[in-house]
């Protein structure tokens, strides 16, 4: 394409020069005119040239071939990418629900040692205050012999382990220093009747019912399961009635006591079908029957919140279809 322009441009000059040769004794003007139409020629053959230098749609036609030959490549590779972003989203999914059941487990562990270690705290509280009455009783007495007669095992007086008589060792207190909090709440919960009521008899029934969730707020689950069924015993027809045995179920939930919670909440779903905490009772009935090996009946429990309590909070009925997909309960649902 140069080679053609540049011999367009050599004719021209030649012409100009021939022409130049011929008319020297001509105007200057008619020169300058001559060169102007010369020039213009030339622009506009020049313009020729290049639009005719690049053939698009050839250039089209090879692009859109190797396009068609890519693109299959290129399908593939996305697809197989695709794939593997898949299965990156599900290995972290997976790993987010182990750790959030250990952080469960964890928290569980740590409600425990709270609730042991203020068992523990109390029991020396009262060792220390036994001693400490003991000393100054002995100190003020004026016979002491016979005031240590009439201290004896069993009375009303503080006493630690080592004074307790073979009779008040029948429960078993002895071995339960060392045990464990599910131990220790399994003693409480078969003696409780017979010890002092925990509620204050010269407060209103709701305050009672918070007076029994405090217990809750600090940790204290072996007495929130005391004041709680104290609570309902005294007061089985009440409107809180139906959340205080919720909230007694859930002090053995805490603990790992599934046995014991699964009765509880049993009990709560019986007399209390229609309670505010009655969605949320079948639900946790359903999970403790599940951890407890019944997952049979326990599948059925979950599955049927939604259907028996179709107007429950939105959190309940996600958290049941959560549970339900934990423990594979669709495929168990007929």
Partial sequence: MRKIIKTITLKVFII?????????IADNHNIYETLEIIKNDLKTLERAVYSGSIDTQKTSNIV??????NSEDVLTRHLLKLAEVENQFREL????EEINFKLDKLSTRLSKIQADNQIRFQDIENNISSVNDSNSENQLSLKPKVDEKKILPGSSQPQDLGTVSYKDTETNETSQQIQSVETTASIVTETFQSEEKILPSNLST?????????????????TAERAFREFVISNPDHELAGSAQYWYAE????????????????????KYPKGKKAPINLLKLGVSMVQIGEKDQGCKMINGVELQYPN????VIQKAKYESKKFECIKQDS
């Fill in 16 to 24: 100009f020069n021939f022409f130049f040769i011929n008319f020297s």
């Fill in 64 to 69: 859109a071939s190797e396009l068609d030959q």
């Fill in 93 to 96: 999914t997976n790993k987010f």
């Fill in 206 to 222: 709701n305050e009672q019912y918070e007076f029994a969730t405090s217990f809750l707020k600090v940790g204290d689950y072996s």
């Fill in 251 to 270: 002090t053995f939930r805490i603990r790992q006591l599934y046995t014991d919670a699964a009765s509880a909440y049993l009990e709560g779903y019986q």
């Fill in 312 to 315: 429950a909070n939105q959190s």
